[in-house]
């Protein structure tokens, strides 16, 4: 069993930076992949970032250029820096710790509380 904990949200104004923090405890050793979602107001969660085993990340194209995924294995912890905030980009933010299936992220951890992140214009 796993527990996840997302912190570092926010109210913040548009053009403003935000960093979010996720620490998994428990049994960890079966996931060597982490990822970060969000779900916007009234929409479907999506997926915002991804990072592997080896440290490959990619992003979604709404946030490169802006995010940046990192991660601390001996906090197992992953981060996403988030600059140049716009309005689109409230949502609630989870992360989730898996691995990778070919190309493709699969999470398997679960999900955690989240954390709002709100963007004024």
């Known amino acids: 069993q796993v527990q996840l904990v997302e912190s570092g949200g926010g109210l913040v104004q548009a053009g403003e930076s935000l960093t979010l923090s996720c620490t998994i405890s428990g049994t960890t050793s079966v996931f060597n992949a982490a990822g970060w979602y969000r779900q916007p107001p009234g929409n479907q969660r999506e997926l915002v970032a991804t990072i592997s085993a080896v440290g490959r990340i990619n992003y979604a194209d709404s946030v490169k250029g802006r995010f940046t995924m990192s991660r601390d294995n001996t906090k197992n912890t992953v981060y996403l820096q988030m600059n140049s905030l716009k309005p689109d980009d409230t949502a609630v933010y989870y992360c989730?710790?898996?691995?990778?299936?070919?190309?493709?992220?699969?999470?398997?951890?679960?999900w955690g509380q989240g954390t709002q992140v709100t963007v004024s214009s």
């Open positions: 989730t710790f898996g691995t990778f299936l070919g190309s493709k992220y699969a999470p398997s951890s679960g």
